[in-house]
């Protein structure tokens, strides 16, 4: 390495060990402040724990609201997931072979057209439909999080099935394929790199969202998802933040476990969503 | 020939049923649960509906005149701008310059340091904004009193001078890791030939950054611009989680307040309305958005 390189690897050194510093020491609380008891946290936050102490976690374990809140995490996170990867690598084949047809053409505009509209817009009216619907509860949400991933999922299956040579259509329709067989025989395991990215997008999405489930699932305690749980229970008057960091690390947990398993496609499953923005 | 005879087969009834049969689904719960509540929407806003009464009026443009003298509409939009700037600005520069250090970092720690830059992208920002106010209101001040440091011995958030920065600082480090990632795909398209050729005439590195790399970056950054300046338009979660919009409304950014308005004052229709506002500036920037890629697609050319 010439003298530049070298300067230049210096403060980039620097550099990076500050960034990385400033992101993980709120997760190093985190960590640490979960395995205390809250005397300990209070004294010195930043202190390693004495001794193994898990009763934080057993305490926010035990708790009734707590297990039911992650289940109906779960429950809208794995649903509309095998949904959107039931209906839209469909309709996304359908679009990608027909575009030259009026129909096709104008579903695909239509529905992607409607990218650029976040949440925030459509929110009252969404609220109002569900209730007069009587869905303001967890398979309610479930719908609404198929209905919001379609946009984004058509576009990039679109874009991923056009780039699967139609030779093969052409050579199984020959062998005497219909068009079903051909799609769920050949086109759907061709599609297999992209459900990987299209998955790991949307359960990021649906497992820690808020604002959906804050305008929609408002009406019991017993349709809070995690999100919403850990928020609600935040009450200054008795909040116990070392059960509440010890909650919050129980969450963050499948994802974790999810990004350092298959950090490639959680890597590119963020960058797809965001070029799409 | 055969060619033909596919297309010949395709072109018939029985083949293209089920082509149509795929799409329907899609259509159809596309259809009512997104463009549905959008015309729901227009529909609302020229309305002053309190959400709960069985009967409203339609009072045409009056919201949206309503919303010219509004000045907790004027001040929530001023403070979700001038939030939405700052947090722009700094993460489009900075994580930038944590690209460009992460990609030429010659060390055993690069890919620990690349992986631990990218944890905030996996957190819930409502958990992000819940952890930072316990940090705000706990650990902070316990340093400052530990340490003998005046500033930090009080609560950051108690103080209108600071309560801003504490919010935005939290919106740039989980908003951080996903542009540090673009960036860092970006840098690796810069053909490295060029970099190299122009190394050896000389050309120092804040050259070559100048001449070489900053210019393969413009559509790189203007992804990570409009990604950005959407998601802090639209800053929701951290809001709720640190200040709920308060102390009183001081902190009360668009959506928080489209929120207020409608479930918590009952002025469903105005909210509508404050919606219909925002579709449009959304419009504005995805229309910018797709002026600035076509421009990307010349400059390729």
Not at chain 2, 162 to 189: R, S
Not at chain 2, 191 to 211: C, Q, T, V
Request: with cysteine.
């Amino acid at each position: 390495m010439n003298k530049e390189g070298k300067f230049f690897n210096l403060i980039a050194y620097i550099y990076l060990t500050i960034a990385v510093l400033l992101v993980i020491t709120p997760l190093y609380l985190l960590i640490v402040v979960s395995l205390k008891p809250l005397e300990d946290s209070v004294r010195n936050f930043f202190a390693l724990p004495s001794s193994l102490y898990l009763e934080n976690f057993k305490k926010v374990l035990s708790g009734d609201l707590y297990m039911n809140s992650v289940k109906n995490s779960v429950f809208v996170t794995v649903f509309p997931l095998a949904a959107v990867i039931m209906i839209v690598p469909m309709c996304a084949f359908a679009i990608a072979r027909n575009m030259h047809r009026f129909y096709y053409k104008w579903l695909y505009r239509y529905i992607i057209s409607s990218i650029f509209v976040p949440f925030a817009v459509i929110m009252i009216p969404v609220v109002i439909l569900c209730s007069k619907l009587n869905i303001m509860n967890v398979p309610g949400l479930i719908i609404i999080y198929i209905a919001f991933s379609i946009n984004q999922a058509l576009f990039l299956f679109v874009g991923h099935i056009r780039n699967i040579p139609r030779d093969l259509d052409e050579s199984a329709v020959i062998d005497g394929c219909g068009v079903s067989r051909l799609y769920f025989k050949i086109i759907l395991p061709l599609c297999k790199p992209m459900i990987a990215t299209v998955a790991v997008v949307n359960s990021l999405w649906y497992w820690n969202d808020f604002l959906l489930p804050v305008v929609l699932l408002n009406k019991s305690q017993r349709y809070f998802t995690l999100a919403l749980y850990q928020y609600m229970f935040n009450d200054p008057q008795n909040y116990q933040f070392n059960l509440a960091f010890a909650s919050y690390f129980l969450g963050m947990i499948p994802l974790v476990v999810l990004y350092l398993s298959a950090s490639k496609y959680v890597v590119r499953g963020l960058t797809a969503g965001a070029i799409k923005g | 020939m055969r060619l033909m005879n596919f297309y010949q087969r395709k072109d018939n009834i029985v083949n293209r049923l089920p082509y149509f049969l795929f799409t329907v689904p899609c259509l159809v719960i596309f259809t009512i649960f997104l463009i549905i509540p959008i015309i729901l929407g227009f529909y609302y806003s020229f309305t002053n509906w309190n959400g709960i009464a069985p009967t409203y009026d339609m009072v045409g443009l009056n919201n949206f005149k309503d919303q010219l003298s509004d000045s907790s509409f004027h001040y929530s939009f001023v403070f979700t701008l001038t939030y939405a700037l700052v947090v722009v600005f700094v993460i489009v520069f900075i994580s930038f310059f944590t690209a460009v250090f992460l990609n030429g970092f010659r060390s055993r720690l690069k890919n620990a340091y690349k992986t631990l830059l990218f944890f905030p992208a996996l957190i819930a920002p409502i958990v992000v904004s819940l952890i930072f106010k316990q940090i705000y209101s706990g650990v902070l001040p316990w340093l400052g009193k530990t340490l003998e440091w005046e500033f930090l011995s009080k609560n950051l958030m108690a103080s209108m001078d600071t309560l801003k920065g504490t919010i935005e600082y939290v919106h740039m480090w989980y908003g951080m890791a996903i542009p540090v990632v673009l960036y860092t795909a970006g840098l690796q398209m810069v053909p490295d030939e060029i970099y190299e050729s122009a190394k050896i005439d000389g050309a120092n590195f804040m050259h070559r950054l100048w001449h070489i790399v900053i210019p393969y970056m413009i559509p790189i950054v203007n992804i990570v611009f409009i990604l950005t300046l959407k998601q802090a338009l639209m800053v929701y979660d951290i809001i709720m989680g640190l200040t709920m919009g308060g102390p009183g409304t001081r902190t009360q950014t668009y959506s928080v307040f489209i929120y207020r308005s409608a479930f918590m004052n009952f002025r469903v229709g105005y909210a509508a309305s404050l919606s219909v506002t925002l579709f449009f500036i959304m419009l504005v920037i995805a229309v910018m958005q797709m002026k600035l890629s076509s421009k990307k697609d010349v400059n390729a050319a």
